[in-house]
């Protein structure tokens, strides 16, 4: 009787195992192709993108932004490229634009080429509405609600929500990647991660 237990108990722990290997194996290869992909990026840029929501999408694009990059347009050209690409492709960037800091005054943002309607707010002083401070702070903003922030300059009552990243050369501030959203709340850490990697990719062009 002892040993007919055992032997069940035998059989379903074997059962598991098999099952758990069978588990195991789909996940990985799963994991493999998709952290081969990962790699190829991390490899390319130094990059460390996790594997989430938008990613599939954020990787080709990612490799589409190198080849505006590489391309002979010239920057500006190269700039409005990016931002046409960013906004055509990803549905919650409904205004996508880059500032510069003025060389000459180093306090003051200067609107560069950007995609969607165009703005009154083309000098923004460091400090000032969500871009100012971004410069000012040297870090990226995310506001999820526009509405809630008292400084804020405002391009258009669509505009729900907006994120903000510094670009950096040699450690330096030299400009801004502008994203306004008519959807309130849509940026998350994926956003930021994905548009933090193009800033370095573009930082040349600024
Ligand atoms: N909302 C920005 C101003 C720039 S526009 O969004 C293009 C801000 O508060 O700084």
């Known amino acids: 009787m002892i040993s007919v237990e055992r032997n069940r108990e035998k059989v379903s722990l074997l059962k598991f195992s098999a099952r758990a290997k069978m588990q195991k194996e789909i996940k990985v290869n799963a994991y493999v192709s998709y952290k081969d992909v990962l ?19 954020f990787l080709l694009l990612i490799e589409k932004i190198r080849e505006i990059v590489n ?27 880059f500032y510069r800091v003025d060389k000459t005054r180093g306090n003051e943002l200067i609107l560069g080429p950007f995609e969607g309607k165009p703005t009154e707010h083309v000098r ?8 100012g401070q971004a410069a000012e ?5 995310i506001v999820h609600d526009v509405s809630k922030e008292t400084n804020y300059l405002s391009c258009s009552a669509k505009v729900k929500s ?3 990243v510094p670009v950096f050369k040699n450690g330096e501030i030299v400009g801004e990647l502008d994203i306004d959203s ?8 994926e956003d930021r991660e994905f548009l933090e990697k193009i800033c370095e990719m573009v930082s040349k062009l600024l």
């Open 71 to 97: 391309s002979k347009l010239d920057k500006d050209g190269k700039l409005k490229g990016v931002c046409k690409l960013l906004r055509d492709n990803v549905s919650h960037y409904d205004w996508v634009g």
């Open 39 to 57: 790699r190829r990026v991390s490899l390319k840029e130094g990059g460390c993108m996790k594997k989430k929501r938008e990613l599939p999408i």
């Open 182 to 189: 008519h959807t309130l709340s849509p940026f998350t850490d």
């Open 124 to 131: 923004i002083p460091f400090g000032r509405g969500i871009c």
């Open 162 to 164: 907006e994120i903000v």
């Open 137 to 141: 702070l040297r870090k990226t903003f």
